[in-house]
């Protein structure tokens, strides 16, 4: 795996740090607020962020899962995204906040925040690791985000290649000719 990666862009002390602020500020927001709180990770690209966040998260929490699919296998050029796995708990009168790795063209986000706000919840809100500014779209709302990053492919701390590399600690860049 080591041998595939170019670059590393931002490293695992830097996560661990920037998680830690986001972790006071998602706490501060929703301090004192008696209305449940659920987590919606989107499935699969968030496991290791969701994991590292919540447990820096002293708020009482429930978790809904949801899986998007938007690049078919060994591409780095989405495609239209579709729902694998529709919302697996309730978050009807409950806030809600979307956990997800990466803000790129916002439509994963978008698709996601529609089917919640079917199911009339108190709040909705978003919290990204990585953001990509030049493509994201206005109408897409984020309310906390780590990182905001050039427009390139990176893989690592949950985000995958062909299902590849979501174990690698750093998010980083791939050698360009592994990419197709
Ligand atoms: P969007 O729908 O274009 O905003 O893309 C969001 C989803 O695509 C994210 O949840 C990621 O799973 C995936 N994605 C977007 N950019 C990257 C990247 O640079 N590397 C790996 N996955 C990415
Ligand atoms: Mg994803």
Redesign the pocket.
């Known amino acids: 795996m080591e041998r595939d990666i170019a670059r590393i862009l931002i490293r695992r002390e830097q996560i661990e740090a920037r998680n830690r602020e986001l972790a006071a500020e998602i706490a501060a927001q929703y301090d004192g607020d008696d209305a449940g709180l659920t987590l919606v990770p989107?499935l699969?690209?968030?496991i290791i962020f969701l994991a590292d966040l919540i447990r820096l998260l002293p708020v009482k929490m429930k978790i809904a899962l949801v899986q998007?699919s938007?690049?078919p296998g060994g591409t780095?050029t989405?495609g239209d995204?579709h729902t694998v796995l529709e919302l697996s708990g309730d978050v009807t009168d409950r806030h809600v906040l979307v956990v997800?790795?990466?803000?790129?063209?916002?439509?994963?986000?978008?698709?996601v925040q529609a089917m919640i706000h079917a199911r009339r919840p108190r709040s909705v809100r978003a919290v990204v690791l990585?953001r990509?500014p030049a493509?994201?779209p206005p109408d897409?709302p984020v309310d906390f985000v780590g990182f905001d990053i050039d427009d390139?492919?990176?893989?690592g701390y949950g985000?995958?290649?062909n299902d590849h590399y979501r174990n690698y600690p750093h998010v980083a860049v791939l050698h360009p000719e592994l990419l197709t």
């Open positions: 989107i699969s690209g968030s998007i938007t690049y780095t989405p995204p997800d790795d990466i803000l790129d063209s916002g439509r994963t986000l978008r698709r990585l990509k493509k994201a897409v390139l492919f990176v893989v985000l995958d290649f």
